[in-house]
C-alpha cells in the first residue's frame, strides 16, 4: 500500500464514480482502477460495490477511508509545516466569508494582517453559505467562514463564534433603540426577508408560520449593504445578527433591539478541506476572524446585559 494508492481510494470514494476519480486525479481511468484492484488484494477485503452509476463503498471502505483521511492528513501537515519553515509566511490566500462576515469582522482584522504579512497575496470572495461550502470542496477556497454548512465528505469544520440575532430597522420606525423585544408581541412589521439560499429565511418563514412575528408587508432582498441603506431610509425591519450592525450602533442610522424571545443564536462555521490542512497564513487570518467575530458577540451581550 502505498500514497499512490491511498489518493486513488480516497478520489473514488468522494466522487463515487471510478471515471470521475480518473478525472480528478488527472490519471487513466484503466490505470486507476488497477490501483484500486490492487489495494484491495493488499488489504484483504473489498472497497467497493460496483454499480451501472459508478461506485458505493463498502462498510470496509467506509471504515478504511476514516484512516486514509489521518493519513493525507499528517502527510500534508508535514509538508506544509516544511513549507512554512522554508518560505515563511508568503504565497497566495483565497478564502470565501459569507456578507457579514465580510462587514463585521473582515474589515477590522484586514489592515493589520496585510501589514504583519506583506507577502501573502489575499483573494477574498464573498457569496452564500452553500456556494462557498462548494468552492471549498472543490478546491476553490483555502477556507470559508459560513453558517449551517451540509454535512459534506472530506470536509472539516467547526464553530468560530455564537451570537445572537436582532431586530434591525430604520430611523422612521416606531421602536426604540437598543430596547429588549418579545416578537409576538411587536406590532405588524414590514420585513425584509433573504431569498431562500440564505439560512436565515426557513427561521424566518417558521417564526411567522408560529405567529412569533406579524408581518404587515413582505420584500425579498438579498445584498447586505442595499438591504441596510434601505432599512436606513425607510421605516422597514430585518432580522440579522449582530455582527452585521455592531459597528452602527452609535450612528444614529439604525434602531437595532435585542431580541429576547424568541431567544435566537446564530452560529459561524469554519470549513476547509481534512485533506488539506490549513497553512500558516490561514490559521493566522482564521484566528484573527474568530476573535473578532467572538468580540462582537461578547460586546452585544455586555451592552443589552447592563441596558436589561
Not at 462498510?59 to 512554512?84: K, T, W
Request: proline fraction near 6%; hydrophobic fraction near 40%; aromatic fraction near 6%.
Amino acid at each position: 500500500m502505498d500514497l499512490r494508492q491511498i489518493r486513488s481510494f480516497v478520489a473514488a470514494y468522494e466522487e463515487g464514480s471510478i471515471n470521475r476519480a480518473a478525472n480528478r486525479l488527472n490519471t487513466a481511468q484503466p490505470s486507476l482502477s488497477v490501483q484500486l484492484r490492487s489495494l484491495e488484494e493488499s488489504l484483504g477485503v473489498s472497497l467497493f460495490e460496483r454499480h451501472p452509476r459508478g461506485v458505493r463503498a463498502t462498510p470496509e471502505g467506509n471504515r478504511f477511508y476514516e484512516h486514509c483521511l489521518g493519513i493525507l492528513g499528517s502527510v500534508e501537515n508535514a509538508e506544509q509545516d516544511m513549507h512554512d519553515w522554508s518560505h515563511g509566511d508568503s504565497g497566495s490566500l483565497h478564502i470565501g466569508l459569507i456578507p457579514t462576515v465580510t462587514k463585521g469582522a473582515l474589515p477590522h482584522i484586514l489592515p493589520d494582517f496585510t501589514a504583519d504579512l506583506p507577502n501573502v497575496q489575499i483573494r477574498v470572495v464573498e457569496a452564500f453559505s452553500g456556494t462557498l461550502t462548494d468552492w471549498v470542496v472543490d478546491g476553490q477556497l483555502d477556507f470559508a467562514v459560513v453558517t449551517r454548512p451540509a454535512s459534506q465528505t472530506g470536509l472539516e469544520m467547526r464553530v468560530l463564534s455564537t451570537e445572537q440575532l436582532a431586530l434591525v430597522s430604520g430611523p422612521r420606525s416606531s421602536f426604540e433603540h437598543l430596547r429588549p423585544v418579545k416578537l409576538h408581541e411587536l406590532p405588524p412589521i414590514k420585513l425584509v426577508m433573504p431569498s431562500p439560499q440564505h439560512s436565515l429565511r426557513s427561521m424566518l418563514e417558521q417564526y411567522i408560520q408560529l405567529g412569533n412575528i406579524s408581518v404587515e408587508n413582505l420584500i425579498e432582498m438579498d445584498g447586505l449593504f442595499g438591504e441596510l441603506d434601505f432599512i436606513r431610509n425607510s421605516d422597514w425591519s430585518a432580522i440579522l445578527p449582530i455582527s452585521t450592525v455592531i459597528a452602527d450602533l452609535g450612528k444614529g442610522e439604525l434602531v437595532v433591539n435585542p431580541i429576547v424571545e424568541p431567544l435566537t443564536t446564530f452560529e459561524f462555521f469554519l470549513v476547509h478541506q481534512t485533506r488539506h490542512p490549513l497553512r500558516q497564513p490561514a490559521r493566522e487570518l482564521v484566528g484573527r476572524l474568530e476573535s473578532t467575530l467572538q468580540g462582537n458577540a461578547a460586546a452585544w451581550r455586555k451592552l443589552t446585559d447592563s441596558d436589561a
